[in-house]
């Protein structure tokens, strides 16, 4: 059953981040494509999840494990990608655009961080 929750939310999650992904790179077009706003509003809209739902899932409701293997690890796991980070900062590297990579690296992990940290600050306060 394990197995099964986190294919599943993986799924979902994967499905939502190319669609909200593309969304974001389609509708800020005008910008350019030479940075990967569509990478940082999924991580920083999954960051923001995944604090409230560590309050509200692990914290607050304690429910079953299943739950958090379907959400956390399988939904926020898939929608949120370190591996596609990694990679679009080590492409502006390669390019030579190192204040740019700077940029979104500091502000990717900076602002996940800060996003995690406001989601678990918000269902603090509601609950």
């Not at 059953?1 to 599943?8: G, K, P």
């Not at 995944?50 to 899932?57: A, K, N, P, S, T």
């Not at 590297?93 to 700077?102: C, D, P, T, V």
Request: positive net charge; glycine residues 14%.
């Amino acid at each position: 059953m394990q197995w099964l929750m986190i294919a599943l939310g993986g799924a979902l999650g994967a499905i939502s981040r190319a669609a909200l992904s593309g969304w974001v790179t389609k509708s800020i077009g005008a910008l350019g494509t030479g940075f990967p706003f569509g990478t940082l509003a999924v991580n920083f809209l999954g960051s923001f999840i995944m604090g409230l739902c560590y309050v509200l899932i692990v914290d607050h409701l304690k429910m079953p494990g299943h739950w958090r293997e379907l959400v956390m690890v399988g939904f926020l796991g898939a929608l949120t990608t370190f591996s596609t980070f990694s990679i679009e900062g080590l492409t502006m590297i390669q390019h030579g655009q190192w204040h740019l990579a700077l940029t979104y690296m500091t502000t990717s992990v900076v602002g996940c961080l800060l996003a995690c940290f406001m989601g678990w600050h918000l269902a603090k306060l509601i609950l």
